[in-house]
């Protein structure tokens, strides 16, 4: 959030908020009345693999939604936000 607030690494940025919403579990496991995002391990060649459990579904939403909105305050970039309102509203309910 400090790169975003500063106005650096906007890219990055919303390659994580992309990241983000494609790895919500979408009430699909374990959890049917809650989001979640699996814990990741680094594989051996680099890529990122779900470990299969989770430790929170309630911090990261919260940190992820004031996220889109400082992206939105400094980008204005309001088509990433509008396109992927439906999965930014799944991560708090």
Do not use: C
Not at 43 to 49: A, I, R, V
């Amino acid at each position: 959030m400090n790169e975003i607030e500063a106005g650096k690494n906007i890219p990055m940025v919303k390659q994580f908020i992309t990241w983000y919403l494609d790895s919500l579990n979408e009430r699909r496991q374990r959890r049917p009345d809650r989001d979640y995002i699996y814990d990741f391990r680094v594989t051996k060649d680099g890529g990122l693999e779900p470990t299969g459990d989770y430790d929170s579904v309630d911090g990261y939403a919260g940190a992820f939604l004031h996220l889109l909105k400082m992206y939105y305050e400094k980008t204005g970039d309001k088509t990433l936000l509008t396109a992927n309102w439906p999965r930014s509203k799944i991560s708090h309910t």
